[in-house]
């Protein structure tokens, strides 16, 4: 290999300088963009983890909801089988009265 000149090595040196100088740049840029990335994901945990809760929170709302409206559909049956009874049984007395009024005429 030939011996470098002077000016031969200050372009070398200046060119190694350089090159130092970009993948600096490079790895900061590198190092920004993991921050920014971390920093997202971080955000998106604390977002799902938010629709998490909100969604639990909405399954044990309609889950309440759901068993409340069940027991007022229990409740309104046992209300109109009650009333049918009495319906059966005002019918009962009426055929009697009818019955009763057959047999005196």
Aim: hydrophobic residues 40%.
């Amino acid at each position: 290999m030939s011996e470098l000149n002077g000016d031969d090595l200050k372009k070398l040196i200046e060119s190694n300088a350089r090159s130092i100088e970009a993948l600096s740049a490079s790895h900061a840029e590198i190092a920004e963009a993991q921050r920014r990335a971390e920093k997202e994901m971080a955000a998106l945990r604390d977002t799902l983890g938010h629709v998490a809760r909100t969604q639990g929170n909405a399954l044990a709302h309609l889950t309440q909801l759901q068993g409340e409206s069940t027991a007022q559909m229990y409740q309104a049956i046992n209300r109109l089988e009650n009333r049918q009874g009495e319906l059966v049984e005002i019918m009962k007395l009426l055929v009697e009265k009818v019955g009763e009024s057959k047999s005196e005429q």
